[in-house]
């Protein structure tokens, strides 16, 4: 009954490869987000879809390409990867706005490591 | 520009005891205020939110405190217990028209002495 998962939950590849992570919700929600956690345990978001189309794409490298083919998946692509892309990569989910403060649900993260 | 903080990166406490956490936050126009729990190996867990009217809130064994003068949150976990060692993180929402944003803080480990 995981209400967020993603794949893989470890990746460790060289500097220059491609490698993709991918994201599921089994919640219905209609908003999914990708965030990357440094190691000093800072959250920052990256992007967030909503029914498919892309609402947020914060200063990211276009290295990085999210990806929704449906509402209950969000994959996020990274291209030629960079030893400053290792972080741990968390998927999120919401519900639409009722005019509160909407709970996120996140999933337990995909620790990327570049060597 | 926007920035929500934290005073304190790491807090120990006595098992029972009452721990509060603190945030300092410098965007005025947020609409709510949030807390999330982050476990090891876990990703962040929302525990309470309070709306920008209001100054407290309470959940179970959490209270949420919002000073607005100050531009001050914190959160206040009663009776402290070794399952809430944890990083904390509060956060502000920012509700646009057509979407909302969540700003989070750098994060307060809590470590609970048994």
């Known amino acids: 009954d995981t209400a967020v998962s993603q794949t893989p939950k470890y990746l460790v590849t060289q500097m220059g490869n491609d490698k993709s992570i991918k994201c599921e919700q089994n919640?219905?929600?209609?908003?999914m987000y990708w965030y990357k956690q440094d190691s000093k345990k800072f959250l920052k978001i990256m992007f967030s879809?909503?029914?498919?189309?892309?609402?947020i794409n914060e200063t990211v490298p276009n290295r990085f390409s999210p990806k929704s083919p449906d509402k209950a998946h969000l994959n996020l692509h990274i291209n030629s990867l960079e030893l400053g892309d290792s972080a741990v990569y968390f998927c999120?989910?919401?519900?639409?706005?009722?005019?509160?403060?909407?709970?996120?649900?996140f999933g337990p993260g995909t620790r990327l490591t570049v060597t | 520009g926007e920035s929500v903080g934290l005073h304190l990166p790491t807090l120990s406490v006595q098992e029972g005891d009452n721990s509060i956490i603190n945030c300092a936050y410098s965007?005025?126009?947020?609409?709510?205020f949030i807390w999330y729990k982050q476990e090891s190996g876990k990703g962040p867990q929302f525990i309470i939110d309070?709306?920008?009217?209001?100054d407290k809130r309470q959940g179970q064994r959490v209270t949420v405190l919002l000073n607005k003068t100050v531009k001050h949150l914190s959160l206040q976990i009663a009776a402290t217990q070794p399952g809430d060692s944890a990083v904390y993180f509060c956060?502000?929402?920012?509700?646009?028209?057509?979407?909302?944003?969540?700003?989070f803080g750098p994060g307060t480990s809590l470590s609970v002495i048994p």
């Open positions: 999120a989910s919401s519900p639409v706005r009722r005019g509160a403060a909407y709970e996120q649900y």
């Open positions: 965007n005025s126009a947020s609409d709510y």
């Open positions: 956060a502000e929402n920012k509700m646009k028209t057509s979407y909302d944003k969540v700003i």
């Open positions: 309070i709306r920008s009217n209001m």
């Open positions: 879809y909503n029914n498919k189309e892309l609402i």
């Open positions: 919640l219905g929600h209609d908003t």
